[in-house]
């Protein structure tokens, strides 16, 4: 179905690539007073912003424990039987970490997700590559029938309107679409989506009432332009661009042909 069929456009929107973070002037003398902690899910809160992925050459016991001793979380991936992620869980556990392991959304996904909790698992990490399915939807709805009210769920990866609707996130959350399939983390899909104006604008509205103080942070991220479209416009008039029939290709590139 194309897009014009779905009653969408296409549209540019800022992501990682496009954005630099301008330093300003400051009067911290020390990293020391710095406060780096934040929300790693919606009730479990870790001291510095930094999360390993469920990938089984990333995140084991080893790798969890020592992301914990830096404030940070590993998730424990899943490619591995039960009772060895189990038993890796068991290890963070054991030394009072926040204990975050990976399921997916088929086969023994309800099995996992029981016996990791009775392991200690109090983030369950829904680990697929494409979040908007109904498998996905289906596995969520399960955990959070099924689970301990105390089981915090993240699901992904979700890059539409309609899967932030599936993975739960309010209403005001979106991530707007962009043809350029060269940016942000799904290269392999051939998929880019304005990730960073919506991550930003999704944590300043959550966190609203820790910035009260930061009223210029507040100003400019929800003042800011969800897409670059009239700036590009006006840089797209001013500048002129020489038709695809007049670019001369050197003749080592002989067998190229031009895509019209």
């Given amino acids: 179905m194309s897009n014009k069929e779905q009653g969408s456009i296409m549209k540019y929107a800022y992501t990682f690539d496009d954005i630099q973070i301008i330093p300003k002037y400051s009067e911290i003398e020390s990293r020391s007073q710095c406060e ?10 870790i001291g510095t912003p930094l999360v390993s992925s469920p990938m089984d050459t990333v995140s084991d016991s080893k790798m969890c424990l020592a992301m ?5 979380v590993g998730v424990v991936h899943r490619f591995m039987s039960i009772g060895e992620q189990s038993n890796q869980s068991r290890k963070i556990k054991e ?3 926040l204990v975050a392991a990976a399921i997916g959304a ?4 309800q099995e996992r997700a029981q016996e990791l909790i009775n392991a200690g698992v109090i983030v369950l990490l829904i680990d697929v590559a494409h979040g908007n399915t109904k498998q996905v939807k289906d596995a969520i709805k399960w955990c959070k029938e099924n689970l301990p009210e105390y089981v915090d769920m993240i699901a992904g990866n979700v890059s539409t309107r309609e899967g932030a609707r599936l ?3 309010p209403e005001w959350f979106d991530f707007a679409d962009q043809p350029n399939p060269l940016s942000y983390k799904q290269l392999g899909n051939g998929v880019n989506v304005g990730a960073v104006y919506n991550v930003i604008k999704a944590q300043v509205l959550r966190d609203i009432d820790l910035l009260t103080k930061k009223t210029d942070l507040i100003k400019a991220v929800l003042g800011s332009p969800a897409s670059p479209d009239s700036n590009l416009k006006s840089h797209k008039d001013f500048h002129s661009y020489v038709p695809a029939k007049e670019i001369i290709i050197p003749e080592e590139y002989g067998q190229l042909k031009l895509i019209k």
Avoid: C, N, P, W
Avoid at 68 to 72: K, V
Avoid at 106 to 109: E, K, R
């Fill in 106 to 109: 088929t086969g023994d996904y």
């Fill in 167 to 169: 993975q739960g996130l």
């Fill in 68 to 72: 914990a001793s830096h404030g940070g």
């Fill in 36 to 45: 780096l902690i934040t929300k790693f899910t919606k009730r479990y809160v």
């Fill in 95 to 97: 030394q009072e970490k």
